[in-house]
């Protein structure tokens, strides 16, 4: 059985949680929204498949787009005619189920969050898709730290973005081994995607070999890449920033600037702390 929780005005102080930390992350982040990417469910333990937005008789099946102490945006497939149904009921009152199965705990969290259905409109560029904005009433100290948690570590990665930002790592085989890289990664462009050999990475940059050409792929042009590591697998945005020309065989070298990814920033730490680990064993060794 999982926890449900809800209620009244939430008390801070129940169950034994500081009040001190609640409080910080009311004041640090209360109106900060989550951006549901893959990282943040993972990191959140939110269950895609169980988040359902409840209106007078109608129990809405939702994807989650984006959630703060104080707000919930939702997505629905409706059809235009279903869209324009629901539009009634903006200003009525509605109630968000979310259930979190986090990390360290066998046992689901499920949240009832009673508020009031504020938008209802479709989705720019996606057809039969529907974006409903719910404000929550009050949110339970729970669910305040489960958020706050997670805003607060995702701000410590960009810190430690910019603190990362001109270390270049050369991907051999050692080091794809203390990254845990599985050697596997795709560049992807207009539907086609191409494997390549990673050379370099940095948290902004990567420099790859193209196994064979990708039609389209020049300087300037924005493209995506996939990487295989085995603790993430994940795409990122790039923009390539030079580009050698193909040899006899099909192949070049592409150099990438990239937008931030958490998951990268985390494994570049990781490698980091492990590589440190590394060196202080080695200077640990006596001397023959």
Request: proline share 4%; with cysteine.
């Amino acid at each position: 059985m999982a926890d449900l929780i809800s209620g009244p005005e939430p008390d801070y102080t129940i169950r034994g949680m500081g009040k001190t930390r609640i409080q910080e992350y009311l004041d640090k982040f209360v109106d900060q929204p989550i951006r549901f990417t893959p990282y943040a469910l993972k990191k959140t333990g939110l269950v895609q498949s169980q988040v359902l937005l409840k209106i007078e008789e109608y129990h809405l099946i939702c994807a989650p787009f984006q959630l703060s102490m104080r707000r919930g945006v939702f997505l629905v497939v409706l059809s235009s005619q279903e869209i324009s149904f629901f539009q009634q009921f903006q200003r009525k009152l509605c109630s968000v189920n979310l259930t979190f199965q986090r990390g360290g705990s066998k046992k689901p969290q499920t949240f009832l969050l009673r508020g009031t259905l504020e938008r209802v409109g479709a989705l720019k560029g996606r057809q039969n898709v529907c974006m409903m904005e719910a404000i929550i009433k009050s949110c339970p100290p729970e669910l305040v730290e489960i958020i706050g948690e997670y805003l607060a570590a995702f701000a410590s990665l960009h810190t430690l973005h910019e603190g990362f930002k001109d270390r270049l790592i050369a991907v051999d085989e050692a080091a794809a081994k203390v990254m845990r890289f599985n050697n596997y990664m795709e560049v992807l462009l207009g539907g086609a995607k191409v494997r390549a050999t990673l050379l370099n990475l940095s948290v902004r940059a990567l420099r790859l070999r193209l196994s064979m050409a990708l039609p389209g792929l020049a300087v300037g042009v924005a493209c995506s890449v996939r990487l295989y590591f085995q603790i993430y697998q994940f795409a990122v945005a790039a923009k390539v920033s030079a580009m050698s020309s193909y040899d006899a065989s099909g192949q070049c070298i592409v150099e990438l600037d990239i937008d931030f990814s958490p998951e990268l920033v985390e494994i570049v730490d990781d490698y980091v702390f492990r590589q440190s680990i590394q060196g202080r064993k080695a200077d640990a060794q006596p001397v023959r």
